[in-house]
């Protein structure tokens, strides 16, 4: 697919600008900055053509700064991909802001394949360039740092055993008549439909009492047995199916697309036969055997497998399923650093990267650093005056404190700092309410953290469209001498 640098303007574009069709205050000003940032559009193509032999041959497809445009807007507003295509085909300052002006709009999932060619390498070299150009224009000197972490879900259900075996039998037994279908078979020679006897067994635990969930010998133990066995069935069943097929190619030759959606089956078809395997072993170890199976070991969906448990202590949400994300922010709410992390591991380990990398964008360390006291650790707060940090706000977190220590977090800058540093709470709701970052919709580890960069790109465009806004207010103001 072809992909030019830039659209050329057609008469038609010149006739709306000639009339004085203007975006909004907002838009306009993210609309200038990003004109004078080639850089981020340059990233932004260097993905799209990544892997195509003759980028500039073929099928038109959207430029790079089509997409970028796009991705910002879509997270802006947090709309989904067919809301996006709609709004931007029915509104003329939309079409100005996504440069298609009077361009056709796409479908739908020619956004979904653009977007999907972007790493979260390139959204977040595309974030740290924008807020290095904010500190060029002067938006932002980084005298002030507060640091915390959230959690953004997987678009999962909540998992239980019987849940995760009644998935691997409804998709194997779904994929395999998909192949069925493929090949012009009427069925898949030895494989067994076994989801109505899957599903009786799954509600069947579903519905039980505690009385009946209770010892060795319980009900729910023989329904699990059966359970787990119909399981492996399909999932034997399902193995030898792809075997057997191997060399089937149907009755007609194949067209490339079939042979194509074939092959793309059948690598479904034995990915999901792997993690079958693992919430077959994992139903095993845990109900059958009575053990206790790590956290790193377990699995929460058959969809999202990259999911993590995490722990945090919340009252509303004991235990949450997704993935951990920290996030750094200026005073003047802009995320200089974001990061995706595995596992759930303790916020106090953020500390001294966190500072190094706000060295490196600001050449300075900030003058205040505000963390909640899950951050606290005697090595941080040593990390942080050995850093430059002149107020290190993170409260001690359990035992006795020291008369230093109890006279440190009472004095007025200390306070201020903790003030300071609750400002994070109101920015991480904006990103989950207004950007769509509380649950990514989105299949995979890699797609998941790229709707996090763009979530954080989105925010931080925003913010330094309403700072260049309110600058460009105050000059005309002082120009009219008012």
């Given at each position: 697919m072809a992909r030019p640098a830039s659209r050329q303007m057609s008469f038609a574009d010149l006739e709306l600008v000639r009339q004085g069709v203007r975006l909004e205050p907002l838009l306009q000003a993210i609309c200038d900055f990003l004109d004078k940032q080639p850089a981020l559009v340059d990233r932004v193509r260097r993905d799209l053509v990544r892997g195509l032999k003759q980028p500039d041959h073929g099928r038109r497809g959207l430029t790079a700064p089509q997409v970028l445009r796009a991705l910002v807007l879509m997270r802006?507003?947090?709309?989904?991909?067919?809301?996006?295509?709609?709004?931007?085909?029915?509104?003329?300052?939309?079409?100005?802001?996504?440069?298609?002006?009077?361009?056709?709009?796409?479908?739908?999932?020619?956004?979904?394949?653009?977007?999907?060619?972007?790493?979260?390498?390139?959204?977040?070299?595309i974030n740290e360039l924008v807020v290095e150009a904010a500190v060029k224009l002067g938006l932002e000197d980084g005298r002030k740092l507060r640091v915390d972490t959230t959690v953004v879900e997987t678009d999962i259900h909540h998992p239980t055993d019987n849940t995760l075996l009644w998935d691997v039998v409804r998709v194997l037994t779904r994929l395999l008549g998909r192949l069925a279908e493929a090949l012009e078979l009427p069925r898949i020679s030895g494989f067994r439909n076994r989801s109505r006897a899957a599903h009786r067994r799954m509600y069947e635990i579903q519905r039980m009492t505690t009385r009946q969930r209770q010892g060795a010998g319980s009900q729910q133990t023989a329904a699990y047995r059966a359970l787990i066995e119909i399981a492996e069935e399909v999932v034997a069943s399902a193995r030898k199916a792809l075997d057997d097929t191997a060399a089937m190619r149907g009755k007609d030759p194949l067209t490339p697309l079939t042979a194509l959606n074939i092959?793309?089956?059948?690598?479904?078809?034995?990915?999901?036969?792997?993690?079958?395997?693992?919430?077959?072993?994992?139903?095993?170890?845990?109900?059958?055997?009575?053990?206790?199976?790590?956290?790193?070991?377990?699995?929460?969906?058959?969809?999202?497998?990259?999911?993590?448990?995490?722990?945090?202590?919340?009252?509303?949400?004991?235990?949450?399923?997704?993935?951990?994300?920290?996030?750094?922010?200026?005073?003047?709410?802009?995320?200089?650093?974001?990061?995706?992390?595995?596992?759930?591991?303790?916020?106090?380990?953020?500390?001294?990267?966190?500072?190094?990398?706000?060295?490196?964008?600001?050449?300075?360390?900030?003058?205040?650093?505000?963390?909640?006291?899950?951050?606290?650790?005697?090595?941080?707060?040593?990390?942080?005056?050995?850093?430059?940090?002149?107020?290190?706000?993170?409260?001690?977190?359990?035992?006795?404190?020291?008369?230093?220590?109890?006279?440190?977090?009472?004095?007025?800058?200390?306070?201020?700092?903790?003030?300071?540093?609750?400002?994070?709470?109101?920015?991480?709701?904006?990103?989950?309410?207004?950007?769509?970052?509380?649950?990514?919709?989105?299949?995979?580890?890699?797609?998941?953290?790229?709707?996090?960069?763009?979530?954080?790109?989105?925010?931080?465009?925003?913010?330094?469209?309403?700072?260049?806004?309110?600058?460009?207010?105050?000059r005309r103001n002082t120009t009219r001498g008012i």
């Amino acid at each position: 697919m072809a992909r030019p640098a830039s659209r050329q303007m057609s008469f038609a574009d010149l006739e709306l600008v000639r009339q004085g069709v203007r975006l909004e205050p907002l838009l306009q000003a993210i609309c200038d900055f990003l004109d004078k940032q080639p850089a981020l559009v340059d990233r932004v193509r260097r993905d799209l053509v990544r892997g195509l032999k003759q980028p500039d041959h073929g099928r038109r497809g959207l430029t790079a700064p089509q997409v970028l445009r796009a991705l910002v807007l879509m997270r802006v507003k947090n709309w989904d991909y067919r809301e996006l295509r709609e709004r931007i085909a029915d509104g003329i300052t939309l079409r100005a802001f996504t440069n298609f002006y009077c361009e056709e709009v796409p479908k739908h999932d020619a956004f979904n394949r653009s977007f999907n060619r972007l790493t979260p390498a390139t959204l977040k070299a595309i974030n740290e360039l924008v807020v290095e150009a904010a500190v060029k224009l002067g938006l932002e000197d980084g005298r002030k740092l507060r640091v915390d972490t959230t959690v953004v879900e997987t678009d999962i259900h909540h998992p239980t055993d019987n849940t995760l075996l009644w998935d691997v039998v409804r998709v194997l037994t779904r994929l395999l008549g998909r192949l069925a279908e493929a090949l012009e078979l009427p069925r898949i020679s030895g494989f067994r439909n076994r989801s109505r006897a899957a599903h009786r067994r799954m509600y069947e635990i579903q519905r039980m009492t505690t009385r009946q969930r209770q010892g060795a010998g319980s009900q729910q133990t023989a329904a699990y047995r059966a359970l787990i066995e119909i399981a492996e069935e399909v999932v034997a069943s399902a193995r030898k199916a792809l075997d057997d097929t191997a060399a089937m190619r149907g009755k007609d030759p194949l067209t490339p697309l079939t042979a194509l959606n074939i092959k793309a089956l059948r690598e479904e078809i034995a990915h999901h036969c792997d993690v079958g395997t693992r919430v077959i072993g994992q139903a095993r170890r845990r109900v059958l055997d009575g053990e206790q199976v790590p956290t790193s070991e377990k699995i929460y969906s058959i969809f999202e497998p990259h999911t993590d448990l995490i722990k945090r202590g919340k009252v509303r949400t004991p235990v949450e399923f997704g993935h951990k994300v920290f996030l750094a922010e200026s005073a003047r709410g802009l995320i200089t650093q974001y990061e995706t992390l595995k596992g759930n591991p303790v916020d106090e380990v953020h500390v001294a990267p966190s500072i190094r990398r706000h060295r490196r964008v600001f050449r300075r360390a900030p003058a205040l650093y505000g963390a909640d006291r899950g951050f606290f650790s005697e090595s941080n707060i040593a990390v942080c005056a050995r850093g430059g940090v002149a107020m290190a706000s993170i409260p001690q977190r359990g035992g006795r404190k020291t008369l230093q220590r109890q006279a440190y977090e009472r004095s007025p800058a200390f306070k201020q700092g903790q003030r300071f540093r609750a400002g994070i709470e109101g920015r991480i709701s904006v990103l989950m309410r207004g950007r769509g970052m509380k649950r990514c919709r989105a299949e995979g580890a890699e797609r998941f953290a790229l709707f996090v960069g763009a979530a954080v790109l989105a925010n931080n465009l925003m913010i330094i469209g309403e700072l260049l806004t309110k600058r460009s207010r105050r000059r005309r103001n002082t120009t009219r001498g008012i």
